[in-house]
């Protein structure tokens, strides 16, 4: 499949002291997180990158086709699409080996042609996703509400504790979310 030649741009606007709700999406928004052993991979390449670049993970919901995460920088001066690119490169190379090495027909499905002679996979959508700014823990709070019941609004889950890929059993069952190696490291939201 050829790729249009617009590429969508996202603009961040890194304001010290404000967290972010990011959102980001598989390619063409297709169900591409439904494995779990991808989804505890994401959650290494999250953790990994949150490290090093010195964020907080305040909440987060993996979702079929795509992610929402809530974030703060932890210094004074960062940008947004350093995180992304930290987080979603080393993970879609993963998730490449992985499909070549087991000769997946979804590997041909995710890479395209930019150009002639020119392909590339593609595991997110091009393009810098949704990055919402908030100013307030009462903003904070609503967007945890909001990322937690996502799989319940979709009817992915009954109640937001039976969706496994969230940060709620950390805020509401902490002992089950901490068991739980494969989630990402939270941390709150006084980090």
Known sequence: MKEPLHRKTMRHFNESGHAHLLTFSCYHRKPLLTNDTWKSWLSESINRTFEKQCWQLVSFVFMPEHIHILAIPKNSEYRVDELLFSIKRPFSCRVKLALKKSS??????????????VFRFRFWQEGGGYDRNLLSVENCIKATEYLHNNPVRRRLCLSP?????????????PEQYAADAALPRVHGFLG
């Open 161 to 173: 504790e039976l969706w496994r890929w969230s940060s709620w059993k950390f805020y509401y069952q």
């Open 104 to 117: 997946s027909r979804l590997l041909d499905q995710l890479t395209v042609e930019e150009r002639p002679t």
